[in-house]
């Protein structure tokens, strides 16, 4: 009987392959974690506490090294990093050599509603606690909303982009006809904003009036500023 010489090698080589992968797999499986290494992706300070990270990540355990990579569940880990109010996006990994990874970004509260009790509006327009690790300097906003004041979401977003305005403004009042009025950090004049459309335009016709009403010493001589108009600003004097 002749050995087919070439099939056997075959059958022993793939033996051999099934092995070691069994061998690697089953040896990977039972290292130890060796580290957690967690990243704020935001520019945010942290709204959460890297010990509150490290809790969610590894539960009912004593000891990090006690821990099979087996045992662990990455997807059931970011589901919990996602239940927590603070965190708007995780992603965990496992590597080979036993590091256990969770790149995390926060929520970006852009206003604090003042309510009961207060809350942050979050750059999504959803509502957000407030940190007992933080807290955000953010423009107040007071007034009436049917929709936890979704609706000046665009608004706080431009006035956050906009370095001269997020400077000024301190506050946010959301009127019954849904119109906006602005409070200034420094003046007490009141700033007609009216509804958060033609942002820009507002943005750059105000700018417009401060900078005269500074050089001309006027600025101080208002008690109302309107920029409902389209190319124009009212101002109403004391």
């Known amino acids: 009987m002749r050995v087919n010489w070439g099939f056997f090698k075959f059958l022993v080589l793939t033996a051999l392959i099934v092995f070691l992968f069994s061998f690697t797999k089953k040896r990977n499986e039972t290292r130890k974690i060796t580290k957690i290494d967690i990243e704020f992706l935001d520019e945010n300070d942290p709204f959460i506490t890297l010990q509150t990270v490290n809790k969610l990540l590894i539960q009912n355990s004593d000891s990090l090294t006690s821990i099979d990579k087996e045992t662990l569940v990455l997807k059931e880990m970011e589901d919990r990093l996602l239940k927590n109010p603070m965190i708007r996006d995780a992603e965990v990994f496992m590597t080979v050599d036993g590091l256990l990874g969770a790149k995390i970004e926060q929520r970006n509260p852009i206003g604090r509603v003042a309510a009961s009790p207060n809350y942050y509006l979050d750059s999504d327009g959803k509502k957000m606690p407030l940190s007992l690790v933080y807290s955000s300097r953010v423009p107040i906003i007071t007034g009436s909303s049917a929709s936890n004041f979704k609706e000046v979401t665009p608004l706080l ?22 119109t906006i009025d602005l409070k200034l950090r420094k003046h007490d ?29 006027t600025l101080t001589g208002y008690s109302l500023v309107n920029l409902e108009f389209d190319s124009q600003v009212v101002a109403t004097k004391k």
């Open 189 to 217: 004049f009141r700033v007609q904003f009216g509804r958060p459309e033609m942002i820009e335009k507002k943005f750059q016709n105000f700018k417009a009036f401060y900078k005269k009403t500074q050089l001309d010493s």
């Open 157 to 178: 977003l431009k006035i956050n982009d906009d370095p001269f305005m997020k400077k000024s403004v301190v506050g946010l009042h959301v009127n019954k006809d849904g």
